[in-house]
Structures are given as C-alpha cells and as structure tokens.
C-alpha cells in the first residue's frame, strides 16, 4: 500500500485541490466524494476545525467521527512506536484497504479528544475514492469526515444532496458524481471484546469478511446480539440517534422476502394510507417485484431520475410516484440507489414512502440497517 500517485495534467483539478487543501489548512470544513457517501472533512488532528464539523451538520457531540487516511505510512505516523496496527487486521487491510471498510483502532494521542468522543478507540478508513485519496495525501494530514448531510438526514450520495442539506453552511462542495457503493463504509471492531464484531453493516460485506482467517467468528450487531450497555452508548452506529430519515414518514414492508405477500400489503397500505388523507405517496420498487412487470407494463421509465412514469394498479393513483431500486437480487443496486431514492421522493414532497424489504444477504444486510432506522412503521406480518 504506497501513497496514490497523483499525477494531473489538468490545471483545473490542481487548482481545485489546491484550493480544497487551502480550506482545509484554514481548519475549514468541505464536502468531499468517496466511494461510499459525501463526507464533511476537515483536519482530523486539529480540535477547532473538528468542532466545525459537529456544529456544521448538526451532530450530536457524543457521536464519533471516523478517521480518513490515504497511506498505511500516514496511519503508522499517528500512533506512537508503542502503538502497532494490531495483528488481527493485518489480512482484512490487505484485502479490503483502500475501500469501505472502517477499523477500530487503539486511539493514539495525536488524535483529538473531539473525534472520538473520549472513546478508547479510534474508527479509521482508508478511501478507495481517487479525489478523497488524492485530497488526503496533498494535504498530508488525515480529514475526519462524518457522512455529509444534515444530521438525521439520509446520507447524501450526490453532490446536490450536499447542497440541499448544507449549502450556506460550507465554503466548498467537491462534486465526484454519484456514489459508487450508496450506503456508508462497513465499521468493524476486532479489538473490544474476544471476537470481531461488525458495528455498522456497509461496503464490505459479511459475507467477504468472515472468510478472512482470524474473522471466522465474526458477529453483527444487532443482528446477532444485542448489547444493553453498548446500546445506550452512542459509540454503535445508529443506536442511539434517528438516522437516515427523509421528512416523510417511512413504512418498511419486512416480510422476510415473501414478495407475493409483500406485494399485496403494499397495495393494502397505499389505499389505506390514502383513506387515511395523505396527498402524496412515494414507492420505492424493484424492478424485479412480483407482478410489477405485469402492475407497470403500460409504464415506461425515465432513464434520467429512474422513476416510472405512469402507475400501477392502485386506487387515484395520480398522487402516487415510483422510484426503481433496481434490482432486489442485486443488492449492490439497490445500496447504491437508496439514499438517492428516499431523498428524491422527499424532493417531491411525499407524506409516506412505502418500501419492501429485500434479503439480508450481501448488501442487502445495509440495505435493511437503513431503512428499519429510518422507517417510522414495520410491517411484519
Ligand atoms: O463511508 C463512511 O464511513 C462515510 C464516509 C464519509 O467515509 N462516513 C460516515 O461517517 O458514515 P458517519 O460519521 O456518518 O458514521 C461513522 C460511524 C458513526 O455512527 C460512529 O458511531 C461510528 O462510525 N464510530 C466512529 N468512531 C467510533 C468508535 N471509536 N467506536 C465505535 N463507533 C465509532
Ligand atoms: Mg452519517
């Protein structure tokens, strides 16, 4: 793992990041692309510009930031010789580093209290993304970056949903396009207690990580095990706080894949909801749902913001807007479009998006992470 050679003959991105690593030596926050979701960066070593961040986005101080690196040298510079990468991570940082996957790391003193929260560790990331990578190594100091949305907001995976959340409020948003993995980084901690645990589902999957040797015993939380001491503590990814949650309300159809039914809730909570006075319903569907083909053959899809067009067969159906998923047996798909998709029926000022719940395998373990944070009401019978 060396520093990513970045080598420009445009003069346009190297004054741009000149201009991005001004800000930053500033102790100002940006918003910055990575593979996973924007983030709001600024210099991890520094307290003042970390303030910054928690005051920009709104964020609760007992919230932890995670730590963006662009060299394995960079990150043996901020422990002290005492202090190694410790061995258990060694294969998964071979394997998944750059990318997105966080580690907990014992924290080093150079870090300031303000990042970790007075945590005895450290979440550290090396970013796959070639503008956060090269940003990072110009700079030559490491950016804490939460994702880069208002607190409580569904992560933005697009330069405008920076905008829209943030757009006063910082001097600089990069705009990479869209985000290649659509939900956040996958936290994982090999180091609090005797077997790895993944904190936060993510970019790197389960299924990826528990083929790695010393991971064999790896564990999910929330899903495998529950931790009352932990849960009251904001350290785990999203316990504690409202998450991913768009203005309008979330209905979460969690059926365990039993799509024929799903498909006939789904109808069943539209009308009621509707009965109910709601003047605009948002739908997130697959491509592949049951029926659909059939419900939506008259549709016709509109390439550019992926909605359907016309309706299926619902009730007054003129109020209610679709957006596709993709594919529910490719959950890279339906990752990569989620946050795009709750934050686009927002945009249109629905009351309620309604969502079927897809397999828990792959990406489709954050997929589900997401959506029961942000879903008001789950349906499971
Ligand atoms: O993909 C990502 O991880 C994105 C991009 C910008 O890198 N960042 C991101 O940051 O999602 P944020 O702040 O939205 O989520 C970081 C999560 C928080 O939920 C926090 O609880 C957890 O990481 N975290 C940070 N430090 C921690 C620590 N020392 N122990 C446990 N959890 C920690
Ligand atoms: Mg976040």
Redesign the pocket.
Same mark, same amino acid.
């Given at each position: 793992l060396e520093d990513p050679q970045f080598t420009t003959t445009d003069p346009n991105a190297k004054e741009l990041l000149g201009n991005a690593k001004k800000l930053l030596s500033e102790n100002q926050v940006i918003a910055i692309p @990575?593979e996973?979701?924007?983030?709001l960066a600024s210099n991890a070593l520094c307290s003042e510009a970390i303030q910054k961040i928690y005051f920009v986005k709104n964020r609760p101080l007992d919230?932890? %930031?995670?730590v963006?690196i662009s060299s394995l040298k960079m990150l043996k510079e901020l422990l002290p010789d005492q202090i190694e990468i410790p061995k258990i991570y060694e294969s998964v940082i071979k394997k998944f580093w750059p990318g997105?996957l966080?580690i %907990?790391l014992p924290k080093p003193e150079s870090i300031p209290l303000e990042v970790?929260c007075n945590?005895p560790? +450290?979440?550290v990331?090396f970013?796959s993304h070639p503008i956060a990578r090269a940003l990072i190594s110009t700079c030559g100091f490491p950016l804490a970056?939460?994702?880069a949305n208002a607190s409580g907001k569904p992560?933005p995976t697009l330069a405008s949903h920076v905008w829209t959340d943030l757009n006063n409020k910082i001097p600089l948003i990069i705009d990479g396009g869209q985000c290649n993995f659509g939900v956040?980084?996958t +936290?994982l901690?090999a180091i609090s207690s005797k077997d790895p645990i993944i %904190?936060?589902p993510?970019g790197v999957t389960f299924e990826a990580l528990v083929q790695i040797p010393g991971f064999e015993n790896l564990r999910v939380y929330s899903k495998d095990f529950i931790d009352k001491k932990l849960e009251m503590a904001? @350290?785990?990814?999203?316990m504690k706080y409202r998450h991913y949650s768009p203005n309008a309300k979330v209905v979460l159809i969690d059926l365990d894949g039993d799509r024929i039914k799903a498909r006939t809730i789904l109808k069943r909570e539209v009308r009621r909801i509707k009965n109910g006075g709601a003047k605009k319903i948002g739908i997130l569907v697959f491509t592949d749902n049951i029926n659909i083909q059939n419900d939506v053959q008259e549709s016709k899809i509109d390439l550019n913001t992926n909605t359907l067009i016309n309706d299926f067969d619902l009730p007054n159906n003129n109020n209610t807007i679709e957006y596709s998923l993709g594919s529910s047996i490719h959950p890279e798909q339906v990752a990569k479009e989620l946050f795009k998709g709750l934050r686009f029926l927002d945009e249109r000022k629905v009351d309620y998006i309604i969502v079927e719940g897809i397999p828990e395998m792959n990406e489709g373990l954050a997929v589900m992470n997401r959506l029961r944070k942000a879903a008001s009401t789950i349906l499971k019978e």
């Open positions: @990575t996973t979701v924007y983030g919230n932890p %930031l995670i963006h997105p966080t %907990l970790t945590q560790t +450290v979440a990331r970013p970056a939460p994702s992560s956040e980084s +936290v901690d %904190l936060r993510g904001p @350290t785990t990814p999203g």
